[in-house]
């Protein structure tokens, strides 16, 4: 009779190339065009397209969306994408502070492009909300959508 042997060697140890425990995780975070707002409610003249995107109605239209990340997780890029309009605005990712709405930056450039050099990158929610936003869209500007690109730990 086969004398049965356990092998109690962590699943990670047996097979290279398995990552790690506490190995970092890519993960990403995105939302459509349609998901944003307008930040005036006397500038609210824009198109919330079946298609996914957000086109703008009527000049210097300030929109935003609400950002929710896990706790602790460090955030690595942000970007809003558009039509070439939104090239020449500018996007930021910021966090306001729940108990005095102190603001701190954590990504910012213009639509189009993706912003690696985040400051402020680990996300704390007991302190801040987080969220992005992209100002002064003009007539036929579209966002068709944002994606944050963030780590966490395994």
Request: negative net charge; charged residues 20%; aromatic residues 8%.
């Amino acid at each position: 009779m086969a004398k049965l042997i356990r092998d109690f060697t962590p699943p990670y140890k047996r097979k290279k190339g398995f990552p790690a425990a506490h190995s970092p995780v890519v993960k990403y975070w995105s939302r459509p065009g349609n998901g944003f707002i307008a930040l005036d409610p006397q500038k609210d003249n824009y198109t919330r397209a079946i298609t996914g995107e957000l086109i703008a109605d009527e000049n210097a239209l300030d929109c935003m969306v609400a950002v929710n990340l896990p706790n602790e997780c460090t955030v690595t890029a942000a970007v809003i994408y558009g039509n070439l309009g939104l090239s020449d605005k500018t996007w930021e990712l910021h966090g306001a502070k729940i108990t005095d709405l102190a603001q701190i930056a954590l990504a910012s450039a213009a639509g189009n492009t993706e912003d690696t050099s985040i400051t402020n990158a680990v996300i704390d929610n007991t302190l801040y909300a987080y969220c992005l936003h992209i100002t002064d869209l003009d007539n036929t500007d579209e966002i068709y959508g944002a994606r944050i690109t963030y780590t966490t730990i395994k």
